[in-house]
């Protein structure tokens, strides 16, 4: 079935969503006979032209088109990606979750990869902020996304990719090499890119000193600098040379020299090697992503979590002072409370905290501060454990403890509205540590993104 002369598929060019609806009413199966008879869906057609409201239409009506692979080994998240369709990628991003980012397609490449080669950049927000990890995914020949921005000259896409790997401490992928053995600096270099050498090495500082790997050696056994004198002599050359050699680069030729020399002046005695620095023990034991896989991150952080939430639900059922055993009253605090029964009321209640009913300012800040690590503790742990077999089930264990947390701080109170600010409390929480961190991370990807973006145009 030729796409020309499919009026379904005539439709999704021209963006007409009336006739989708029509012909998917008449017929509902429509779509399902397209995906098996097929080469391209109307999704794929859609996302190509940028038809938003098309494409909203057919995820409607059948969401799994969207991580369909057509012919060339495009989803239409790729196609959409690579015309640059901010609106398109974002709905199929909203429908489909973050997951479909990491589809890999022709040659491996998944969306980020065909947003670098283009320089789209508010795509490249937007795959990067749905999904992370993308960043760390190569292509067939072993290409990163910053070697696909600096092969197609694409530089704006490139200062988006490093601002971003930054925010999310992914900054080891500079050095990551394709399957040439080149790493960006080697690939930048051959490919004579001053604004992208200068970036890395340059003096703006963008990049932690001594951090990019100047000297690293390709399949053939050339630094950076051998790559620049080896492919003939150009005007930028000299600027380039001196950029590269005031960070540290040297000819292959020189390496063995220059580590023989730095070894033997840094030989140190037996006893001074065993005398290490406070600085350095906290280097030596600082996390680094190189050396530790990201399952074992998370099952630290997971383990961190569990001791988190159990300590803090003890400390709401057990709090400073303990409880009082029995209902207690204090003669001059007893008032007669009602005079046609002259009945007393005790002044403390059994099972009530001491601590609240000595100063309920001190107790309300002491759960609050419980509450935090409580209920943060907790979306952790679900954060942690989403895509698990049975992640369900954990759920609703996760929202049990909640609700008996906010009831146990509630029964505890000394009194009615105490205990009722603890339920709001409980309710509140866990909906602010969900959204403020992500909101603090916002602002703090502002302040770090805008020096760097600003020293990006005023050297260009």
Request: proline fraction near 4%; glycine fraction near 6%; charge should be negative.
């Amino acid at each position: 079935m030729m796409m020309e002369k499919n009026p379904l598929m005539e439709a999704a060019r021209k963006g007409d969503v009336e006739y989708l609806l029509r012909s998917t009413e008449s017929d509902p199966t429509l779509l399902e006979v397209i995906v098996v008879n097929g080469e391209e869906t109307p999704l794929h057609v859609a996302s190509m032209y940028g038809h938003f409201g098309f494409v909203r239409e057919v995820l409607k009506l059948r969401e799994s088109l969207g991580k369909e692979l057509n012919k060339d080994g495009f989803t239409p998240l790729h196609i959409a990606a690579s015309m640059g369709h901010v609106e398109v990628v974002r709905e199929l991003l909203e429908k489909l979750s973050g997951e479909i980012c990491l589809i890999k397609g022709k040659d491996r490449k998944i969306p980020l990869h065909y947003a670098a080669m283009r320089g789209r950049v508010p795509v490249l927000d937007e795959l990067v902020s749905a999904n992370p990890e993308s960043l760390e995914e190569i292509t067939a020949r072993g290409e990163t996304v910053l070697h696909l921005a600096v092969r197609y000259y694409q530089f704006d896409g490139f200062v988006v990719l490093l601002e971003r790997l930054k925010e999310f401490d992914k900054l080891c992928v500079l050095n990551k090499q394709d399957n040439g053995g080149n790493t960006v600096l080697h690939l930048a270099v051959q490919k004579r890119q001053y604004e992208v050498i200068d970036l890395l090495l340059g003096s703006n500082n963008t990049i932690p000193r001594d951090f990019i790997e100047v000297n690293s050696l390709n399949s053939n056994g050339f630094t950076p600098l051998d790559v620049l004198l080896h492919f003939g002599s150009e005007p930028e050359d000299v600027e380039i040379h001196q950029i590269l050699t005031k960070s540290g680069a040297v000819r292959s030729r020189d390496l063995d020299t220059r580590q023989s020399t730095t070894t033997t002046e840094n030989e140190t005695t037996p006893s001074e090697e065993s005398l290490m620095t406070h600085k350095q023990w906290l280097d030596y034991f600082k996390y680094k992503k190189d050396r530790v896989s990201p399952h074992e991150v998370r099952n630290v952080l997971l383990v961190i979590a569990i001791l988190i939430a159990t300590a803090t639900y003890q400390a709401v059922l057990s709090p400073p002072g303990g409880v009082w055993q029995e209902d207690y009253c204090i003669d001059g605090f007893c008032k007669v409370t009602d005079l046609k029964e002259n009945k007393t009321k005790p002044v403390y209640y059994a099972g009530t905290t001491i601590m609240g009913s000595k100063s309920w300012v001190n107790y309300g800040i002491f759960i609050f501060l419980n509450s935090v690590g409580f209920f943060t503790s907790i979306e952790l742990i679900s954060l942690l454990t989403k895509g698990l077999p049975f992640y369900l089930e954990l759920q609703v264990s996760l929202n049990a403890v909640a609700l008996t947390y906010g009831f146990a701080m509630a029964a505890l109170s000394p009194n009615f509205g105490l205990g009722l600010f603890f339920m709001v409390l409980s309710v509140v929480l866990p909906i602010a540590v969900a959204r403020i961190p992500s909101l603090i991370r916002k602002h703090a990807k502002k302040i770090r993104i805008y020096p760097l973006r600003n020293g990006t145009t005023t050297t260009s």
